[in-house]
């Protein structure tokens, strides 16, 4: 299994921190099955002692306002297993670093966050939406309905050292300091 094989060789590389895009789940509301297999695999992280942060992505999370997203149902802050299911949340894992994680309804138009970076430390930028790069072959524009655009405003930002984005399959730098984190687990033709 490549989520089995990813997770094994993150911990073999004694990484520092996992930071997880968004939609760990397929559907928001998940099986039973899905959640023990997803809690498994943090589990190894916890036990290993590498804290994970996790962003909720369109797929974990229900777009009924008001219901829990299933990235809580593995949330647990006591072993290092950090799920956001909140719009934005800023964490300060170690002296000197701040991580601003924007979920996919954090962006969203009616409430879109645009977070300041903490000066004097250096500032990662999560977001798990479709980047909206003017003149780029494939993200020059968001146009699905229920799609949250990361504007060129966010994606530009200097403050923050790396943007580090979830929500497309595709694993790779879109422009400088921009990249998509990709996905484990093929979903469809274009993963």
């Known amino acids: 299994n ?30 039973v099955m899905d959640i023990a297999w997803a809690r498994g695999q943090l589990d190894r992280f916890a036990k290993a002692g590498i804290p994970v942060f996790g962003n909720t992505g369109n797929h974990d999370a229900s777009s009924e ?12 802050p006591d072993r290092g297993i950090h799920m ?60 699905s309905p229920g799609e949250q655009p990361i504007g060129l405003d966010l994606l530009t930002n200097p403050g923050f050292a790396m943007h580090l984005l979830g929500h497309y399959h595709g694993m790779g730098e879109i422009i400088d300091n921009v990249w998509y984190a990709g996905s484990a687990i093929r979903r469809g033709f274009s993963d």
């Open 2 to 31: 490549l989520g089995d094989d990813l997770v094994s060789a993150l911990i073999e590389a004694e990484v520092d921190g996992v930071l997880h895009g968004g939609d760990l789940f397929h559907r928001s509301w998940p099986s």
């Open 84 to 143: 956001i299911t909140e719009p934005y949340r800023l964490v300060e894992p170690v002296d000197g670093l701040a991580i601003h994680l924007i979920s996919h309804y954090g962006l969203a138009q009616a409430e879109r966050l645009i977070p300041d970076p903490v000066e004097g430390k250096i500032n990662l930028l999560t977001a798990h939406g479709a980047a909206v790069v003017p003149g780029h072959e494939i993200f020059a524009c968001a146009d």
């Open 65 to 76: 306002r008001g219901k829990v997203p299933a990235t809580a149902a593995v949330n647990d």
